[in-house]
């Protein structure tokens, strides 16, 4: 059992009593509560099978490093100091200060993070010294009832940036904030967040709202190639149509920046409870957070092209057979 301290279940996440029975993996030595492993069935760590490696406790490197003498990291220059030392030894910040103290529960929390849900191939490295992957917010917090770390892995990118403002819609103590991403893109911002039903609706209005600039571009074409002849709409009825549909266009996207955050909120809030309703073991819960969430890059990109070549299309057919 002392092999095992400190060590959690990497099924449950709940560390290991006293006397209670333990399930070794026989191939790379992970520890598992024995009604843990009996649900599954198996180890979860298929990756350490498939590289020949063991199992190793991330929280006994932890401790390890806590009980370094050298383990106090300067926030200004990461250089290592003694735990004894007012001040950094490479340039002079003060190891004590509120700033450093911040920088260590960062680092700290983005470690925790990363010991849990890098077995599953997420990963928070790379927000630099200072960012945090949580923005700032206690990885553990349940906002609507969801823990902060869950909102973080069904966000994935840029979740640095929504949970802070996920928290403020979730206690009301701030704004959402202004998404210029959606404003500039509309309808294929919201097919990248995978909110695929605002995203369509979206799409489709503003093609609607394009329709009298559309037609009046295709006579003015018409005319460039030949003056001869006849137009085939009338163009003060097109001039009035685009002056009214301007509008309602630019105040859609604009309205699309005040509002995607708190649209994005409610569809995580919803996506993750409906995860969490099928009391799914941690492997798969945390598969499809990542499935359900993130963001999705190709669907975007077919569904821009798509929208080009139809715009093409019809362009050609009115311009060439009427």
């Given at each position: ?11 449950c ?7 209670e029975?333990?399930?070794v993996?026989p ?16 180890c ?14 991330p ?27 007012l ?5 002079g ?6 700033q450093?103290a ?21 990963n ?22 969801i ?45 990248y ?12 209005w ?67 409870k ?47 057979t009427?």
């Open positions: 059992m002392e092999k095992f301290k400190d060590a959690v279940c990497p099924i996440e709940k560390p290991f009593d006293d006397g029975q333990i399930a993996c191939e790379c030595g992970a520890p598992y509560h024995k009604k843990c492993i009996d649900v599954t069935g198996k979860i760590f298929d990756n350490l099978h498939s590289e020949g490696k063991s199992w190793t406790n929280n006994e490197k932890a401790s390890a490093e806590s009980e370094n003498p050298n383990k106090k990291i300067c926030s200004r220059c990461g250089s290592a100091n003694p735990a004894s030392g001040f950094c030894e490479n340039c910040n003060p190891l004590n200060s509120p450093n911040y920088y260590q529960n960062t680092q700290n929390n983005a470690q925790n993070f990363q010991n849990v849900y890098g077995q599953y191939g997420f928070t490295q790379g927000f630099g010294m200072f960012a945090s992957p949580f923005g700032n917010v206690n990885p553990d917090e349940e906002l609507n009832g823990k902060v770390k869950d909102y973080s892995v069904f966000i994935g990118q840029n979740m640095h940036y929504f949970v802070p403002k996920f928290k403020n819609m979730a206690l009301k103590i701030g704004r959402a904030g202004f998404n210029f991403a959606a404003m500039l893109f509309g309808g294929f911002y919201f097919l967040r995978k909110m695929y039903g605002i995203g369509i609706l979206l799409l489709i503003f093609a609607v709202l394009r329709i009298p600039d559309f037609l009046y571009s295709i006579d003015y074409a018409r005319q460039m190639l030949d003056s001869s002849v006849e137009l085939l709409f009338d163009q003060n009825t097109l001039e009035s149509l685009s002056m009214l549909t301007t509008i309602p266009y630019y105040l859609t996207h604009l309205l699309c920046g005040f509002f995607a955050n708190r649209l994005y909120f409610s569809h995580s809030v919803r996506s993750i409906k995860i969490n309703s099928l009391n799914l073991n941690t492997q798969d819960y945390v598969l499809s957070l990542r499935k359900k969430g993130g963001v999705v890059q190709n669907l975007v990109l077919i569904v821009f092209v798509v929208y080009f070549l139809i715009s093409f299309v019809m362009a050609f057919a009115l311009m060439y009427m």
